[in-house]
């Protein structure tokens, strides 16, 4: 069993920036894909960006792309979600997410039922 651990949510004002965390307890983190995923009240959950077990290549939808960076520290088993310019519509909690499974495009990455271990998320409230 995987466990993974968000934080670094809260409150911010719009326009500003906020940087998740997420603590993976495994033993070789590096074998993992990791994802970060939202969900606002009344929203399905959806892709916010996802990161290969090396930290080699990215995929972002359009709705944060140029905002949002994910990177990953092996080393330290935790993945990181810089958020940027951040805006209401992005206010909802946010997920950590990890497989064993390579992938090779973007749509995979985006695919919720490809993850099989979630964090339980934090929140994220942006005032406008």
């Known amino acids: 069993q995987v466990q993974l651990v968000e934080s670094g949510g809260g409150l911010v004002q719009a326009g500003g920036s906020l940087r998740l965390s997420c603590a993976a307890s495994?033993?070789?983190?590096?074998?993992?894909?990791m994802g970060w995923f939202r969900q606002a009240p009344g929203k399905e959950r959806e892709f916010v960006a996802g990161?290969?077990?090396?930290?080699?290549?990215?995929y972002y939808p359009d709705s944060v792309k140029g905002r949002f960076t994910i990177s990953r520290d092996n080393a330290k088993n935790t993945v990181y979600l810089q958020m940027n310019n951040l805006a209401p519509e992005d206010t909802a909690v946010y997920y950590c997410?990890?497989?064993?499974?390579?992938?090779?495009?973007?749509?995979?990455?985006?695919?919720?039922?490809?993850?099989?271990?979630w964090g339980q998320g934090t929140q994220v409230t942006v005032s406008s």
């Open positions: 997410a990890a497989t064993v499974r390579v992938y090779y495009s973007s749509s995979d990455y985006s695919d919720r039922e490809r993850y099989e271990y």
């Open positions: 990161i290969t077990r090396s930290g080699g290549r990215t």
């Open positions: 495994v033993r070789t983190f590096g074998a993992y894909t």
